[in-house]
């Protein structure tokens, strides 16, 4: 197997895959022995990646004239382990729910430097963020009323911030793009004034400034600009009216990385669904079209040997009297693009200008950009099959581990983590878990070596919205996690058992049960009154 490094701190040589000093195939011998049958799937994550990519934050920011915050989005990671690691190098956090905000603090995050976000905030997680002293955010008229309510309540003063929709559009899955008007997140710009009304009536409310986030993947940095731009003068106006506390603007995160990076290495030049494509336009019965499609289908089973100048000119030769044919092979053959993903220091550069001399702290919110390369899940062939023209490699990872393919057709780059026994070249496979769902796949059309039964296999850039967004569908266990700091690893999440999954049903509670308690409750009041 090639030497081959797929970043800083993860690498292909000596056969295997490592992350930083540490072989992925000696931590599995390991798990196997701690942890027998729940040993793989497993997440490995670089403790220096995470480092690193915090420090790609922090440095930009110590350019502008304000002091800024770089705030940790807790949902896109919240392994204790990997917070209090990142607590050790940036002071804020933000959560959406009260059970982030209780990890928040377990972390060691102070209170005050803890953003909550979030349309859904209940009173009572409300009543725990603001009895901590938490920075809120507003995100409608009713959010706002309840946390008047429970300020009042408590008798303290609250921070707040507005969160306001702008109606910015940015290349994102529709599930992951945050700030169009139809979105269920924030306020409209037009909505504004009502909450502004509301705030000038209640003195436990104290505005600090305005927060808007655009959503995830975000792959230019003209959208943070034209963000700004627009809630400056939402700030401009709100000053003006005589609410002169305004500090804040914040921009919330969404900065992409560049999942398609290594691509090219497992693109295959003639993909399955050509097959069909060239197989149903030649069904005449021919003897001349049966040679074009055998050729043709000669071509896929070998073009790992070839080069694509080489497999094109097989496509193109037989095919030049069906030139629709020829169309559909230049779509397929484009490559699976990379993205050159903007950096933390060309998002701050897009707005430095617009926020110097205003008076104005900007609160970035990153998360997967934090997070999201410094994981990786390495799964085990189960085996191997094909339907048709269609090959499976079948893993014991899933959807349940990772599900963003299934989700959002979200790439994920895949590869063989160890050199194949097998001398069977290659072959184009979907890669796809054993789960009873035929949306269970995490790579599809994949160019491979053709692996043993129990190969492992590495899906990397899943440290963001991996392990956070797993399930227990069709009864599976959530799995092992661990973190590498050069030679050096441990263990951070334990795999879980089948008595964690079933033990939460084992105690039935029926209403008779209850009735049952409200009587001898009743009676041991009466017995106290009687003495």
């Not at 690691?85 to 005050?112: M, W, Y």
């Not at 084992?506 to 009743?522: G, P, Q």
Request: hydrophobic share 35%; charged share 25%.
């Amino acid at each position: 197997m090639e030497t081959y490094s797929f970043s800083s701190y993860f690498s292909m040589r000596d056969g295997c895959l490592h992350c930083e000093e540490t072989s992925v195939t000696d931590v599995h011998r390991i798990l196997q022995d701690d942890f027998p049958g729940r040993d793989s799937p497993f997440f490995v994550y670089s403790q220096n990646q995470i480092v690193e990519n915090i420090l790609a934050y922090k440095q930009p920011l110590l350019s502008l004239s304000n002091q800024c915050i770089l705030g940790y989005a807790v949902k896109a990671n919240s392994n204790l382990s990997i917070l209090k690691l990142i607590r050790q190098h940036c002071d804020t956090a933000v959560v959406v729910s009260g059970n982030e905000l209780k990890l928040a603090l377990a972390a060691g995050f102070l209170p005050e430097n803890i953003v909550y976000n979030g349309c859904g905030k209940t009173l009572r997680e409300i009543d725990h963020a603001v009895s901590v002293g938490c920075l809120l955010n507003i995100d409608s008229l009713f959010d706002v009323a309840h946390i008047g309510k429970i300020a009042k309540g408590r008798g303290v003063t609250v921070r707040v911030l507005i969160r306001i929709n702008p109606d910015i559009e940015v290349t994102a899955h529709p599930y992951i793009s945050t700030a169009l008007a139809q979105c269920k997140f924030g306020i409209g710009i037009k909505e504004i004034d009502e909450v502004l009304r509301y705030l000038q009536d209640q003195p436990k409310l104290r505005l600090v400034g305005f927060h808007c986030h655009l959503g995830s993947t975000i792959e230019r940095t003209d959208v943070y600009r034209k963000t700004v731009s627009s809630v400056l003068q939402v700030v401009e106006t709100v000053r003006s009216m005589g609410l002169t506390d305004i500090q804040y603007i914040n921009i919330g995160g969404g900065l992409g990385i560049d999942y398609k990076r290594h691509a090219k290495r497992t693109s295959p030049f003639i993909k399955p669904a050509f097959l069909d494509i060239v197989f149903r336009s030649l069904q005449d019965g021919k003897a001349e079209t049966d040679i074009i499609a055998e050729n043709i289908l000669e071509a896929f089973e070998n073009q790992h040997k070839m080069t694509p100048e080489e497999v094109s000119e097989i496509i193109r030769s037989n095919l030049q009297q069906y030139p629709h044919l020829i169309e559909e092979f230049e779509k397929q053959l484009e490559p699976e693009l990379s993205h050159q993903c903007p950096t933390p220091s060309d998002l701050v550069a897009s707005v430095k200008d617009l926020v110097e001399g205003k008076n104005i702290s900007l609160i970035l919110e990153p998360g997967r950009s934090v997070v999201g390369n410094a994981g990786v899940l390495v799964m085990h062939v189960i085996g191997c099959k094909k339907n048709g023209h269609k090959r499976f490699l079948i893993t014991d990872g899933s959807m349940t581990e990772v599900i963003r393919p299934s989700l959002y057709s979200a790439y994920h780059h895949i590869e063989l983590a160890e050199s194949s026994t097998l001398a069977c070249g290659k072959a184009v496979y979907d890669i796809v878990g054993p789960v009873c769902e035929s949306g269970d796949f995490l790579g599809k059309d994949r160019l491979l070596s053709v692996p043993h039964e129990g190969c492992s296999v590495t899906m990397f850039d899943v440290g963001a919205y991996g392990s956070v967004m797993s399930s227990n569908y069709n009864s599976r266990l959530r799995p092992v996690e661990i973190i590498v700091s050069g030679r050096k690893w441990a263990v951070i999440r334990k795999p879980e058992t089948f008595g964690e999954l079933i033990n939460p049903q084992l105690l039935t509670i029926t209403s008779e049960d209850k009735k049952e308690e409200k009587v001898k409750e009743k009676q041991s009041i009466e017995g106290k009154h009687a003495s």
